[in-house]
């Protein structure tokens, strides 16, 4: 999966599907290694493991609950974290102006 067009064809909103925490030891947005203190952090939209320089945006999506996976009502919930390329694909297609 692309960083780049992560979430791009996705009609469901939400990825269901989450990174492994051990898939990867670097951010997939600017590579730099995960440590005890530059921690790992997934993107509430595609999922993937990014830092947290890479995911300062936060986002109401929809259909979330409190730990960002997809909830039964499809309400919106809270704030969740969203990764640097995904920000704008869900400001597009949720929030358009």
């Known amino acids: 999966m692309s960083s780049e067009n992560a979430g791009e064809n996705d009609d469901s909103l939400i990825y269901r599907m989450w990174q492994a925490d051990g898939a990867t030891n670097n951010c997939n947005l600017c590579y730099r290694a995960f440590t005890f203190f530059w921690r790992r952090h ?3 939209h595609c999922g993937l493991l990014v830092c ?4 300062l945006h936060r986002r109401l999506l929809p259909g979330t609950d409190t730990f960002g996976l997809v909830s039964e009502n499809g309400n919106i919930s809270a704030m969740r974290r969203v990764c640097n390329s995904c920000v704008k694909i869900v400001d597009k297609r949720y929030f358009k102006q």
Do not use: G, I
């Open 42 to 44: 997934h993107c509430r």
């Open 52 to 55: 947290d320089m890479c995911s």
